[in-house]
C-alpha cells in the first residue's frame, strides 16, 4: 500500500530538548516536504526537498532542521524546540514537480512543548 | 502563488449533492486545479485536479469554468464521512511548485 508514515504520532517534550520527527515513504517519490498545521493558519510549509541532498527553506524554516540522505526518508529535526512549535506536523510526498503530481501526507504527529 | 477563494462553512444533508465553490480570478494558463480534503484527525487528501475541462473520479466530480476563474466540486451524494474541512489549491508546475492551502471550506453532513 502506497504510504507516508511518520513517528511518533504524539510527542510532548521540553523546552530545549533535541527530537527527530522520522518521515518515510514507499513510493519512490522525489519530492518531500513538512507542513505544520495551527489553528487560524492552515498548512504551513517548513522545508522541503526535490531529490537527495537537496533541501531547501519553506515559509518557516526558524527552528527546524531536516536531511535528507536517502530518498525514502525525510526527518524533521527540532535542535531546540521552543512552546512556540507546540503544532500538528504533517511530512508529505509526491513524484515531481508536475502541476498533475498527486500530493500524499501523512496521518501526522501531534507536537507538545513544555 | 495565485490565490483562491472559498466560503469558510457549508452545510448538506446525507445523500444529497453538495457543490463547493472556489474563486481564483487570478489563475494562470499553467495552473492547474487541485481539490484536497482533510477529514477529523487525518492529514490532507487529494479529491480531484483539472485544467480545463471537466473532471471525474469515484470521489467526486470538478466543474471548470469557461474562463477558468472559478470552479466547483461537486459531491453527488454526500455521507456522514464526507464531513471534512474542503480545500481548493492552484498548482503550477515548476521545480519549486508547492501547494498553498487557504483556511478551506469546512463541510458538515447532517442525517
Known amino acids: 500500500e502506497a504510504q507516508v508514515t511518520q513517528n511518533p504520532r504524539y510527542l510532548i517534550t521540553v523546552t530545549g530538548k533535541k527530537l527527530t520527527v522520522t518521515c518515510s515513504q514507499n513510493m519512490n517519490h522525489e519530492y518531500m516536504s513538512w507542513y505544520r498545521q495551527d489553528p487560524g493558519l492552515g498548512l504551513r510549509q517548513i522545508y522541503y526537498s526535490m531529490n537527495v541532498e537537496v533541501t531547501d527553506k519553506g515559509d518557516v524554516p526558524e527552528g527546524y532542521k531536516v536531511s535528507r540522505k536517502e530518498k525514502r526518508n525525510f526527518p524533521l529535526i527540532l535542535e531546540s524546540p521552543s512552546p512556540n512549535q507546540t503544532s500538528l506536523y504533517f511530512c508529505?510526498?509526491?513524484?515531481?514537480?508536475?502541476?498533475?503530481?498527486?500530493?500524499?501526507f501523512g496521518p501526522g504527529t501531534r507536537l507538545t512543548v513544555l | 502563488d495565485a490565490k483562491t477563494t472559498q466560503p469558510n462553512s457549508m452545510e448538506s444533508n446525507e445523500e444529497e449533492p453538495v457543490h463547493l465553490p472556489c474563486n481564483h480570478s487570478t489563475i494562470s494558463g499553467t495552473d492547474y486545479i487541485h481539490w484536497y480534503r482533510q477529514l477529523p484527525s487525518q492529514g490532507p487528501e487529494y479529491v480531484i485536479h483539472?485544467?480545463?475541462s471537466n473532471v471525474n473520479n469515484r470521489m467526486a466530480s470538478l466543474a471548470i469554468a469557461e474562463d477558468r476563474k472559478s470552479s466547483t466540486l461537486i459531491l453527488h451524494r454526500a455521507t456522514l464521512r464526507d464531513a471534512a474541512v474542503y480545500y481548493c489549491?492552484?498548482?503550477?508546475?515548476?521545480?519549486?511548485?508547492?501547494?498553498?492551502f487557504g483556511t478551506g471550506t469546512r463541510l458538515q453532513v447532517t442525517l
Open positions: 508529505a510526498s509526491r513524484h515531481g514537480q508536475g502541476g498533475t503530481d498527486t500530493q500524499y
Open positions: 483539472g485544467l480545463t
Open positions: 489549491i492552484l498548482r503550477t508546475t515548476g521545480t519549486a511548485s508547492k501547494l498553498t
